[in-house]
C-alpha cells in the first residue's frame, strides 16, 4: 500500500513537470510567432459587458527589421506605428510624435514576446488541454499566479502558427474579469500593403525625454510589494484625475514583475482623510484614498486586496536619509570599490 503511494506521488510529480515544460514550449512559440510571423489579425477586448475592437499588423521587412500597426476602431482614432526600435503614435488633436522604443504596448502583454522565463518566479505554466477557437485547433496554456497577490491568465494558442487566438484573465475565484477575443487571423508569406506602405513611411519626428519622463528620485518608499515586482520607473507626472489643478504634477512610481505593471500615484492633499474608493474597468483596478493628508492612488491589473495592501504601506523618506540608508546598504555588503548599480527599466510610453 505504501509502495503504491509512493508510485502515485512520483507519478503526479511527473506529470506536473511535462504539462509545465510542454506549456513553456508553447509559450516559447508563441512568442517567436509575435516577432517572425507575417500576420493581419483582428481582435476586440470585451470587458464591463463592453467591446473594444482593434486592427493589428505584424511583419518583417527589408533588413529584417519589424513592422507593426495597432489601431483602434471605435471612437477616436488612435494608430501606433512601428518600424524596428521606432514607435510612433497618431492622436486626434496631438501633434504625431515618435520614441525610441522596440514595443508596441497593447492589450497584449509585451512579455508574450519576450522571455517567458523571466516571470517563472511569480507564475506557473500549465498545458491544459485543445479545443476549438475561431474554427481552429488551439492549445490551452494557463499562467497561474503563485501566490493570491496576482491574476491569472489563460492563453488559447493557435496549433498551425502558434499565435494567439484568445486570452483570458481571471482572479483567484476564477472568475472572469476582461477577455480578449480574436475575430480574424492572417498568415502570409510576404509583408502586406499596409506595411509595405509603412516600410517607406518618413515617421514623426523623434522626441526626447523631459525631465518629467525620465527616472528621477522620490520622497516615498512602499513597505510592502508582492514578491516578484521591482521598480522600473520613478519620475513626476501630471495627471489630472488626481489633481485638478493642470499647473501641478503627482509623484509616480511604476512596478512589473514581468507581467503586470502597478502604477503608485502620491500627492498632498488639503484633506487629513479619505475613505477608500475604487473601480474595476476589467481586469484593472484602480484604488484611491487619502491618509495623513496624501493622497494614495494604484492601478494596476490586480486584485483589491493588493492595492490596498500597497497604498496602505507607502511611507515618506527624505531623499538623502534614502542615500544614506542606500550608502550604508553598500558598506555593509563588503563592496569595496562602494559602487552598485542596480538595473532599471525605461518606460517607453505612458
Given at each position: 500500500m505504501k509502495l503504491s503511494a509512493l508510485f502515485l506521488l512520483l507519478l503526479s510529480f511527473n506529470v506536473s513537470a511535462i504539462t509545465t515544460d510542454t506549456a513553456k514550449?508553447?509559450?516559447?512559440?508563441?512568442?517567436?510567432?509575435?516577432?517572425?510571423?507575417?500576420?493581419?489579425?483582428?481582435?476586440?477586448?470585451?470587458?464591463?459587458?463592453?467591446?473594444?475592437?482593434?486592427?493589428?499588423?505584424?511583419?518583417?521587412?527589408?533588413?529584417?527589421?519589424?513592422?507593426?500597426?495597432?489601431?483602434?476602431?471605435?471612437?477616436?482614432?488612435?494608430?501606433?506605428?512601428?518600424?524596428?526600435?521606432?514607435?510612433?503614435?497618431?492622436?486626434?488633436?496631438?501633434?504625431?510624435?515618435?520614441?525610441?522604443?522596440?514595443?508596441?504596448?497593447?492589450?497584449?502583454?509585451?512579455?508574450?514576446?519576450?522571455?517567458?522565463?523571466?516571470?517563472?518566479?511569480?507564475?506557473?505554466?500549465?498545458?491544459?488541454?485543445?479545443?476549438?477557437?475561431?474554427?481552429?485547433?488551439?492549445?490551452?496554456?494557463?499562467?497561474?499566479?503563485?501566490?493570491?497577490?496576482?491574476?491569472?491568465?489563460?492563453?488559447?494558442?493557435?496549433?498551425?502558427?502558434?499565435?494567439?487566438?484568445?486570452?483570458?484573465?481571471?482572479?483567484?475565484?476564477?472568475?472572469?474579469?476582461?477577455?480578449?477575443?480574436?475575430?480574424?487571423?492572417?498568415?502570409?508569406?510576404?509583408?502586406?500593403?499596409?506595411?509595405e506602405q509603412l516600410q517607406n513611411t518618413e515617421l514623426p519626428a523623434i522626441i526626447t525625454l523631459n525631465n518629467q519622463q525620465k527616472n528621477t528620485a522620490l520622497p516615498?518608499?512602499?513597505?510592502?510589494?508582492?514578491?516578484?515586482?521591482?521598480?522600473?520607473?520613478?519620475?513626476?507626472?501630471?495627471?489630472?484625475?488626481?489633481?485638478?489643478?493642470?499647473?501641478?504634477?503627482?509623484?509616480?512610481?511604476?512596478?512589473?514583475?514581468?507581467?503586470?505593471?502597478?502604477?503608485?500615484?502620491?500627492?498632498?492633499?488639503?484633506?487629513?482623510?479619505?475613505?477608500?474608493?475604487?473601480?474595476?474597468?476589467?481586469?484593472?483596478?484602480?484604488?484611491?484614498?487619502?491618509?495623513?493628508?496624501?493622497?494614495?492612488?494604484?492601478?494596476?491589473?490586480?486584485?483589491?486586496?493588493?492595492?490596498?495592501?500597497?497604498?496602505?504601506?507607502?511611507?515618506?523618506?527624505?531623499?538623502n536619509e534614502q542615500k544614506n540608508h542606500d550608502q550604508n546598504k553598500i558598506q555593509s555588503s563588503g563592496n569595496g570599490s562602494g559602487n552598485v548599480q542596480h538595473p532599471?527599466?525605461?518606460?517607453?510610453?505612458?
Amino acid at each position: 500500500m505504501k509502495l503504491s503511494a509512493l508510485f502515485l506521488l512520483l507519478l503526479s510529480f511527473n506529470v506536473s513537470a511535462i504539462t509545465t515544460d510542454t506549456a513553456k514550449l508553447w509559450l516559447d512559440r508563441l512568442s517567436q510567432s509575435l516577432r517572425q510571423l507575417n500576420f493581419t489579425t483582428s481582435f476586440v477586448v470585451v470587458k464591463n459587458n463592453q467591446a473594444e475592437p482593434y486592427h493589428w499588423l505584424h511583419g518583417i521587412g527589408e533588413n529584417d527589421q519589424e513592422l507593426e500597426i495597432l489601431s483602434r476602431l471605435n471612437g477616436p482614432r488612435r494608430d501606433v506605428l512601428r518600424q524596428g526600435d521606432i514607435v510612433s503614435y497618431i492622436e486626434p488633436e496631438i501633434e504625431p510624435y515618435s520614441i525610441i522604443s522596440d514595443e508596441v504596448h497593447s492589450p497584449i502583454p509585451t512579455i508574450f514576446r519576450g522571455d517567458i522565463s523571466d516571470i517563472e518566479e511569480s507564475y506557473r505554466f500549465i498545458s491544459v488541454g485543445r479545443s476549438r477557437v475561431l474554427g481552429r485547433v488551439a492549445q490551452l496554456v494557463r499562467i497561474v499566479a503563485k501566490d493570491k497577490y496576482r491574476l491569472s491568465y489563460w492563453l488559447w494558442l493557435d496549433q498551425q502558427t502558434g499565435l494567439l487566438l484568445k486570452m483570458a484573465v481571471l482572479n483567484r475565484q476564477g472568475q472572469l474579469l476582461e477577455q480578449v477575443q480574436f475575430t480574424h487571423i492572417e498568415v502570409t508569406d510576404k509583408l502586406s500593403d499596409n506595411l509595405e506602405q509603412l516600410q517607406n513611411t518618413e515617421l514623426p519626428a523623434i522626441i526626447t525625454l523631459n525631465n518629467q519622463q525620465k527616472n528621477t528620485a522620490l520622497p516615498w518608499q512602499l513597505g510592502w510589494l508582492p514578491q516578484g515586482f521591482s521598480k522600473v520607473k520613478s519620475n513626476q507626472h501630471r495627471l489630472n484625475s488626481y489633481n485638478q489643478d493642470t499647473s501641478k504634477s503627482v509623484d509616480l512610481m511604476r512596478f512589473s514583475d514581468g507581467l503586470v505593471d502597478i502604477s503608485v500615484y502620491v500627492n498632498p492633499s488639503q484633506q487629513t482623510y479619505r475613505e477608500p474608493e475604487y473601480a474595476h474597468d476589467g481586469a484593472i483596478m484602480v484604488f484611491n484614498y487619502i491618509v495623513q493628508g496624501i493622497e494614495v492612488g494604484v492601478v494596476g491589473n490586480i486584485p483589491l486586496a493588493t492595492a490596498r495592501k500597497i497604498a496602505e504601506s507607502i511611507k515618506y523618506r527624505p531623499i538623502n536619509e534614502q542615500k544614506n540608508h542606500d550608502q550604508n546598504k553598500i558598506q555593509s555588503s563588503g563592496n569595496g570599490s562602494g559602487n552598485v548599480q542596480h538595473p532599471v527599466r525605461e518606460e517607453k510610453h505612458d
